[in-house]
């Protein structure tokens, strides 16, 4: 088995953290971006049901 010194310990974990970190934050933006798109979508089926109530109303 091989045996790693403490300090390469650390430097592999320092490592490893960072690309956690990295593929975390892309992950949190395309989370971001499919909610933002969801709000979007949902705002404008909104719209147009308001729409659609008011020309009812009017008709």
């Keep these: ?3 790693f010194s403490l300090k390469s310990k650390g ?5 490893n ?3 956690f970190q ?3 934050q ?3 933006g395309t989370l971001d971006s499919c909610l933002a798109n969801e ?3 949902r705002t404008i089926s ?3 049901g308001m729409l659609e109530s008011m020309n009812e109303k009017t008709d």
């Excluded at 430097?11 to 490592?15: C, M, P, Y």
């Design 1 to 3: 088995m091989k045996q």
């Design 22 to 24: 990295q593929a975390l």
């Design 46 to 48: 909104v719209n147009v």
């Design 39 to 41: 709000l979007y979508l």
């Design 11 to 15: 430097r592999l974990i320092k490592s």
């Design 17 to 19: 953290n960072g690309f």
């Design 26 to 28: 892309g992950d949190l």
